[in-house]
């Protein structure tokens, strides 16, 4: 009897039929437990915590995607928002659950996990990819593909599927650009592969459209502004990425295309749907390379845990893997190994607990908010004191007591004037650090010059990466000039009060042409007087090409003024659109003295010069640099 017994048990934990769904569903569970997304953070002072309190806003005050708000996070971004909000709480966590509960359910059908052993190995592997939710917005698209490529046709179960990947794909699509810019080549590709298959039905790609078509109307988005949004959507994206200059060290990268290398390598070719299957992986491999290049730093934590992900596939299927006992051994190791060092990278950079056991602990907090009305009552009762402590706090520290409504803030502590209890107006690319496009920029001058602009701008000057200020939003702070006159200051910020009438503008230009690394003099200029500057600077088409593996050169902007040199980070586009260079915006008193007219001789440019900071190969960029430099001057009307 107990031979018998130990037979059944075996049977149970390796041959669990997969027809009584009692692995999905624990898969479901676990996920929609585990990897729920809880509002955790309620400051919203800086950076980082001002853009997730806008996102908030946005859907509250039902802003429409790429002509009130642009930003690389899209309409159904509020969702992942760091600040707790009671009025978004329900919606918040109901849709994160089922979410993941339908998570939980593809990963089980797609990777054949039909026992109990492989559910608890892919729940125990996928314990840290929880503080990776960029990699949960790549996930759907890595499963279609792998699903698409082997499903039979007439299968209605597998075509299922294949619809709940697409409403995840459309999900995440309208979460955050990245999710959209890999789902959509994969449905092409998919899709291609299927007609060729001669199966006329296009499941993912129109399951894809109506989830999109309905998730808008979820985000509060108008169908007249769905073109706006996904023109925006791109350019700020695109924007975002050619500033991304600062890669992971020499040792991570190569530990990454090691990585990759292997997963193709890994990739039966001759197999039925092989090539496609690599092409797919090569697509993803490429988007988890380029969320290695960050502003910050070296952030290649992310790129590990991506590769974590197509890992885990190849371990759990093993007809899409080649038929080698010590290939897939190879798999299962690297594929632990990219785990660990995704957890110890960002435990070291983000200064968290090293312990594994702080996911158990994770999945015991989101438990208890699960099953234990007290623990749950408790957690968002505190989660709603922080933020009120927050509100009462920016309130107190406002640093001028009397502002005409509505009011902005520039270049991006937008989180205080939405807690400050003001009316506020927003430029649509709402911080500066990213508006360096000419759509952002001509956007937000457009928004400066209607009716719904601010009525006051607190106004600093807070560049990030060490970039020449006028770089950021540039159209914007030379209308500031025109539009707007300094009603107050403290030495950190400027109230900044807009005109009854705007000042009339004159626009004196000449074009000369410079090359990198010479000296460009300029000609001098009155107090009430500024010089805006576009440089020409071209890319080459084949380094155009080479920017989709690695990040552009890094270029520096060397200015001189009689108080000597100084050397800032370049944006190109911003050069290219235009910029203010004289006077030298680099502290608030000195834009202060600016937008009043009043420019004193040390804040004046005397020259400046491009510098290839990285030596870029040969080639890189078109010879020669056409410049325009404009005077500008203004008067008062009349």
């Not at 108008?222 to 994206?237: G, I, M, N």
């Not at 400050?420 to 937000?444: D, H, I, K, V």
């Not at 552009?552 to 050069?575: H, K, N, V």
Request: proline share 7%.
């Amino acid at each position: 009897m107990r031979d018998e017994a130990r037979v059944r048990l075996k049977n149970g934990l390796f041959t669990y039929p997969m027809r009584d769904l009692g692995i999905p569903a624990l898969l479901a569970t676990f996920f929609a437990v585990y990897m729920i997304q809880l509002p955790l953070i309620a400051e919203v002072t800086g950076l980082d915590p001002a853009w997730h309190r806008m996102l908030i806003h946005a859907y509250k005050t039902h802003q429409q995607h790429g002509r009130d708000f642009i930003f690389n996070y899209g309409p159904l971004s509020f969702l992942v928002a760091a600040q707790f909000d009671s009025e978004i709480l329900p919606i918040r966590m109901i849709s994160w659950a089922l979410y993941y509960a339908i998570f939980g359910i593809t990963l089980a059908v797609v990777l054949k996990v039909d026992t109990l052993l492989k559910a608890a190995f892919v729940c125990l592997y996928c314990l840290p990819l929880v503080v990776f939710p960029d990699i949960h917005l790549l996930i759907p698209s890595v499963l279609l593909g792998y699903l698409e490529i082997d499903r039979r046709q007439g299968d209605r179960s597998a075509m299922a599927i294949s619809a709940l990947l697409a409403i995840q794909m459309a999900f995440m699509g309208l979460i955050k650009s990245t999710a959209l810019f890999l789902a959509l080549p994969i449905l092409i590709l998919v899709t291609a592969y299927r007609l060729y298959q001669r199966d006329w039905f296009p499941v993912p790609l129109l399951v894809f459209l109506l989830a999109t078509t309905a998730l808008l109307a979820v985000g509060r988005q108008d169908y007249s502004a769905v073109v706006d949004f996904y023109v925006a959507y791109l350019d700020v994206s695109r924007a975002y990425n050619a500033d991304m200059q600062l890669p992971a060290g020499m040792l991570h990268q190569v530990a990454l295309v090691a990585g990759g290398v292997l997963i193709l390598a890994s990739v039966p070719y001759r197999a039925r749907g092989g090539f496609l299957h690599g092409v797919l992986l090569l697509g993803y491999l490429l988007v988890i390379y380029k969320l290695n290049f960050t502003r910050q730093g070296a952030h290649p934590q992310i790129s590990f845990a991506g590769l974590a992900v197509p890992l885990l596939c190849q371990i759990m299927l093993p007809e899409r893997c080649l038929p080698k006992p010590w290939f897939r051994a190879t798999l299962i190791t690297v594929a632990l190994a990219c785990l660990a060092t995704a957890h110890i990278l960002r435990s070291i950079l983000m200064q968290d607990e090293m312990s594994v056991l702080r996911y158990g602990r994770i999945f015991e907090q989101r438990l208890q908010l699960l099953i234990h009305p007290g623990f749950r009552g408790n957690f968002w009762r505190a989660q709603e004191t922080a933020r009120a402590e927050v509100v009462a706090k920016v309130r107190t520290a406002m640093p001028f007591k009397s502002m005409e409504g509505p009011v902005d803030a520039f270049p991006f502590e937008v989180g205080k004037i939405l807690d400050s209890g003001m009316e506020a107006a927003t430029r649509p690319a709402f911080q500066a650090y990213f508006a360096t496009s000419r759509l952002m920029t001509e956007r937000n001058l457009a928004f400066l010059e209607s009716d719904a602009a601010p009525k006051s701008v607190l106004f600093s000057i807070t560049p990030i990466d060490g970039r020449y200020a006028t770089l950021e939003d540039p159209l914007t702070q030379r209308a500031y000039r025109r539009l707007y006159q300094p009603r107050d200051s403290t030495p950190e910020v400027l109230l900044l009060e807009r005109r009854a009438q705007p000042l009339l503008e004159q626009e004196i230009c000449r074009e000369t042409y410079t090359m990198l690394g010479q000296t460009v003099p300029l000609p001098p200029t009155r107090p009430d007087e500024a010089l805006w500057v576009r440089l020409n600077l071209t890319t080459t088409a084949k380094s155009r090409i080479a920017e989709l593996l690695a990040p552009p050169p890094e270029l520096r902007l060397e200015i001189a003024t009689p108080a000597g040199t100084s050397s800032y980070r370049y944006l190109q586009e911003s050069g290219t659109v235009g910029f203010l260079l004289s006077p030298a915006l680099t502290t608030t008193d000195g834009a202060g003295r600016f937008f009043a007219g009043q420019t004193l001789p040390q804040d004046t440019v005397l020259g400046f010069k491009l510098m290839d900071a990285q030596h870029s190969p040969a080639g890189w960029y078109e010879e020669g640099i056409p410049v325009t430099l404009c005077t500008l001057s203004w008067k008062e009307p009349g």
